[in-house]
């Protein structure tokens, strides 16, 4: 099974949606997004046929999952990267980032927030970008809340420098960040940030995992929330990860308070399919684009 921490590797080696008001569409289509961590594998032996495939289900806007190694998009460069995202009627709205305190191989991963952040920064630039995420926290970056405060000050001055061309910094969520320690989640010294400088992708199937409500979360910190992640929840007593739609996440209430969340953009992002990651995908476009937009 791939994970995230174990595609970046992979992907280092290889290159060593949406909902907004306005505009709420792309011509007359909605704009409905994929995070590509979802076709990892499709992406890393063939990305120019995936983009392609992913586009032919209907997809119209992307996030990208990687950006390390040799600091390019799935090994082609940000002009090379643009083009084929254009033949194929995508486009890039947000991608994924590692914070770069975790190391591979006792070297540090070059492209991150902590190493190279300008060159990442510029690139993301040049193919319009309008979000730059920090994806995951690995285990050797999590730590004591003393810990996640220096994450939070590394995150306001990555979000600064995004600030100067034109970026929003944004902090994906999982659910070991609702580990209570003391009184406090980590979660908390994240939300912390100056909250022009770092805004929030929620995963919404993370947060209803950690034994939260995205919905109170909104109220709590409106405007905070400018990117989604959908994935559903499938019925069983492991609560796997499932289409969206299929499972027990009830995304119709959920997005009634888009606005009180200030979502621009929502991605379908499943991480493990238990089947055609394809088809997966397939499925929760289909629910999106009936019940959600």
């Not at 027990?248 to 238990?274: H, R, S």
Request: hydrophobic fraction near 35%; aromatic fraction near 12%.
């Amino acid at each position: 099974m791939t994970t995230r921490r174990s595609f970046i590797k992979a992907s280092s080696i290889l290159s060593a949606g949406f909902l907004i008001a306005p505009p709420a569409f792309k011509g007359n289509k909605p704009i409905i997004g994929l995070q590509l961590y979802t076709v990892r594998e499709a992406m890393a032996s063939d990305p120019v046929g995936t983009l392609s495939k992913v586009a032919a289900i209907g997809y119209n806007s992307i996030e990208g999952a990687t950006y390390t190694g040799t600091e390019k998009f799935y090994g082609m460069s940000p002009k090379e990267f643009k083009k084929v995202l254009s033949n194929n009627g995508l486009v890039i709205e947000s991608s994924h980032y590692r914070l770069g305190e975790d190391k591979e191989n006792g070297e540090i991963v070059r492209g991150t927030l902590l190493h190279d952040w300008d060159k990442a920064v510029d690139d993301a630039a040049s193919i319009d970008m309008k979000y730059m995420v920090c994806a995951f926290l690995a285990p050797d970056e999590r730590g004591t809340l003393d810990h996640y405060k220096k994450v939070a000050d590394q995150l306001n001055i990555a979000g600064e420098r995004c600030k100067k061309s034109g970026i929003q910094l944004c902090y994906h969520n999982h659910n070991f960040e609702f580990i209570k320690q003391g009184d406090s989640f980590p979660y908390d010294i994240l939300l912390g940030t100056d909250k022009d400088l770092v805004k929030m992708e929620m995963d919404i199937y993370w947060i209803t995992k950690a034994g939260q409500d995205p919905i109170r979360m909104f109220h709590d910190h409106p405007g905070r929330f400018p990117l989604w992640h959908l994935k559903d929840m499938d019925k069983t007593p492991e609560k796997n990860f499932a289409a969206v739609g299929t499972g027990i996440i009830n995304f119709k209430e959920i997005f009634k308070y888009k606005n009180k969340a200030g979502m621009k953009y929502f991605f379908v992002e499943q991480d493990n399919c238990p089947g055609s990651p394809f088809d997966a995908i397939t499925e929760s476009y289909n629910y999106i684009k009936k019940n959600l937009v």
